[in-house]
């Protein structure tokens, strides 16, 4: 079966720090897609980020950067010099290529950045 | 990205009466699309995927009869939520299959039943 689990439902952080957001998944399959979403307060869930389970390199886009761990089973998200606008819920998610894209949503971190 | 377009995002409607939402893709075909559901602070609970051309399929607990899906063309997936009560009231999302494996999601739509 497909879980994907993140332990912090919630994460308060002062303006300019760093926040990291964990996310842990099970699967069995070998080859699997991991996201990451945002979803405002506005309720639109955004794409942030695509890993193929066959990548295992760290990628940087601006203030974001993920951490996937195969070793681990872990796809961490970390936010560096946070900022009010990143306030949101973020769900990391598993998409199961054997079965036509279907996804697996971890229960979401609501991240609170205070000014 | 990709843009998936959801109408309308708001709606308040009297109890059992029926409610259609619609799903379009706007800049790509979309042979295959989802349907959500999202309770206030918690996940995003698939209800079922939608097939352009065949019958939708729905995940265990979710009524078919009372959630109509029809995917009649390669951009655009409705759902009908038939003689809706108050339990029905939720925020529904739909997304689309693009390339890449990644999905796309629309605004959603919030139903509110009195």
């Known amino acids: 079966a497909q879980k994907v689990t993140q332990a912090q439902t919630e994460i308060s952080v002062v303006e300019k720090e760093d926040v990291t957001l964990d996310c842990v998944y099970e699967?069995?399959?070998?080859?699997?897609?991991l996201f990451w979403y945002k979803q405002p307060p506005s309720g639109e869930l955004v794409f942030l980020i695509r890993r193929n389970s066959f990548d295992e390199q760290n990628e940087i886009s601006g203030r974001y950067s993920w951490n996937f761990q195969k070793s681990t089973s872990s796809f961490n998200f970390t936010i560096t010099a946070s900022q009010v606008v990143d306030s949101a819920v973020y769900f990391c998610a598993l998409s199961r290529i054997s079965t036509g894209n279907q996804f697996y949503f971890g229960t979401g971190t609501s991240l609170t950045v205070i000014p | 990205g990709a843009v998936v377009s959801q109408h309308p995002s708001w709606v308040i409607c009297k109890s059992g009466t029926s409610v259609k939402i619609e799903c379009r893709s706007l800049d790509f075909q979309a042979t295959t699309m989802f349907w959500y559901r999202q309770f206030p602070k918690q996940s995003l609970m698939l209800m079922a995927t939608s097939n352009e051309g065949s019958k939708a399929t729905y995940e265990q607990g979710v009524e078919k009869d009372k959630f109509l899906i029809n995917h009649a063309s390669l951009t655009l997936s409705t759902l009908t939520v038939t003689s809706a009560h108050p339990e029905d009231s939720s925020f529904y999302i739909c997304?689309?299959?693009?390339?890449?494996?990644?999905?796309?999601f629309g605004a959603g739509t919030r139903l509110s039943v009195l």
């Open positions: 699967t069995r399959d070998t080859t699997y897609y």
């Open positions: 997304s689309a299959s693009g390339s890449k494996n990644i999905q796309y």
